[in-house]
């Protein structure tokens, strides 16, 4: 059985990616911060024996050590990082919040690699594969508008954590991927983006599905294109 683990799995792209790995026989441990309010996650459960919720803020070690301990023992095949804050938008040169961009570090950067840390027994037994939801965002070659200082480092952040993973877990035979879900209706991508989640996660899937030893520590999105850094 394909073990995956998912953060953010309660709403938005997180949680139509949820429901593709259940829909494919996989035991998914859905994580996100309030799992007593995740009446779309309990509806699913009353379907697929194999989903678990698991209470998780991506930003808090003392959480992430409770999830490596609660799954300690298990193969760990797909450890999606999902969970992602934009932060406060529409925020000029000369008034960047320092305390918004520190929280935006924690859930963006810091708290994928602290996870990787805290499964890498599992993620190595099951030679599995780390997906970080990026954003096209976090690439320089694809800055030609400049602003959004906040999301694009942090975003960015995480691509470097992402290369450095999958350089160093090559030997276990584990794979790490920077992926863009495209510009999703969420409550992040807002009503104008162009495509819905279940496209958005379709795609991912295809691309995490398929992932060559060759194309770990690549950017890609989710229709499997290349992104340059
Ligand atoms: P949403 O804003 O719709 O959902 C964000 C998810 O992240 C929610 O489940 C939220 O949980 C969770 N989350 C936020 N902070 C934390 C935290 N501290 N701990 C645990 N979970 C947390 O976002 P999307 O579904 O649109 O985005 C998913 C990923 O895709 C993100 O990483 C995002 O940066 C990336 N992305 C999205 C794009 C888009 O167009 N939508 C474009 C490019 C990248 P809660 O419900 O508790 O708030």
Known sequence: MTQVVITGAN????????????????????????????????????????LELFELDVSSSDAIASLGEALKGRPIHRLI????????????????PEDEWQAMFSI?????????????????????????????????????????YLYRSVKAAQNAV???????????GVKAVA????WVKTAMGGPNALIDTQTSAAGLYRVIEGLTSAQSG????YQGNIIPW
């Open 11 to 50: 709403r938005g792209i997180g949680l139509a990616l949820t429901q593709l790995y259940l829909d494919a026989d996989c035991d998914v441990a859905a994580c996100c911060r309030h799992p007593e309010e995740a009446n779309a996650l309990h509806a699913l459960m009353d379907k697929h024996e194999g």
């Open 81 to 96: 990082n999902n969970a992602g804050y934009y932060g406060p938008k529409g925020v000029s040169l000369g008034n960047s």
């Open 108 to 148: 963006n950067c810091i708290g994928p690699l602290k996870l990787v840390e805290s499964l890498t027994e599992g993620l190595c037994q099951g030679q599995g594969i780390i997906a970080n939801l990026s954003s096209k965002m976090g690439s320089m070659a694809d800055n030609s508008s400049g602003g959004a």
């Open 162 to 172: 992402t290369k450095s993973l999958a350089i160093d877990l090559a030997p276990y």
């Open 179 to 182: 992926l863009h879900p495209g």
């Open 218 to 221: 690549g950017f890609f999105d």
